[in-house]
């Protein structure tokens, strides 16, 4: 697999290193207040499961499922939530959990949505943020590392639904982009 990345960007402990840091600032930022983590599957997987073991807090876990990219790299705008109940989260400190911010559809969405179930709050998190003009504008409160608009895999992230296993984070090849699936 590594042989199909372009280039590494992040690798395993600079992953971690930058997870205790922003656990830290979580953990500080709502000591006082339980939490309620909303996870966006299945990209976020690693980066739920790493960042939540650093953070020393009561809180609960929920996890969403939607899907925007249908095995392409470009989102279409149309986000799908696969299930038919939203958590509940009436009068909860939510933080949402994902794992690469892009065109900013799929956290938009998501956050209008838990919007209307009637939080005491929202903040997102996400490890990944691409620098680039976004079709919809999305606050974030936490970011893991901001890159350039490459397409990445790695720690969670896929092209279709593979790489989600390497242990770190990298660009993919271009000319696999292109390729027909398997
Ligand atoms: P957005 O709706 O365009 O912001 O895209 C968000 C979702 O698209 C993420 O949760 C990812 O699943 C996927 N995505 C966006 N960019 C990448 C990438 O570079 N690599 C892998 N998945 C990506
Ligand atoms: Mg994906």
């Known amino acids: 697999m590594r042989g199909d990345l372009e280039r590494v960007l992040f690798d395993e402990p600079a992953i971690h290193r930058r997870l205790d ?6 953990s500080n930022d709502y000591r006082e ?3 309620t983590v909303i996870a966006v599957l299945h990209g976020s997987l690693m980066f739920v499961a790493d960042l939540l073991r650093r953070i020393p807090l009561p809180l609960k876990l929920e996890c969403l499922s939607v899907a925007s990219y249908h095995g392409k790299t470009q989102t279409t705008g149309e986000v799908i939530f696969k299930q038919i109940t939203l958590p509940d989260i009436v009068g909860r400190d939510v933080l949402i959990l994902d794992d690469i911010l892009d065109s900013g559809h799929t956290l938009a969405a998501i956050r209008e949505a838990l919007e209307m179930a009637k939080p005491q709050s929202i903040r997102v998190c996400v ?3 691409k620098k680039k003009q976004r079709a919809r504008e999305v606050e974030t409160d936490y970011i893991g590392f901001e890159i350039e608009d490459e397409f990445v895999v790695g720690y969670g992230l896929d092209f279709r639904e593979r790489y989600r ?4 984070i990298g660009v993919l090849r271009r000319e696999l982009l292109d390729q027909p699936d398997k």
């Open 21 to 26: 840091d922003i656990a830290a600032q979580i």
């Open 127 to 129: 490890l990944l943020s």
């Open 165 to 168: 296993n390497l242990p770190y």
């Open 33 to 35: 207040r339980e939490l």
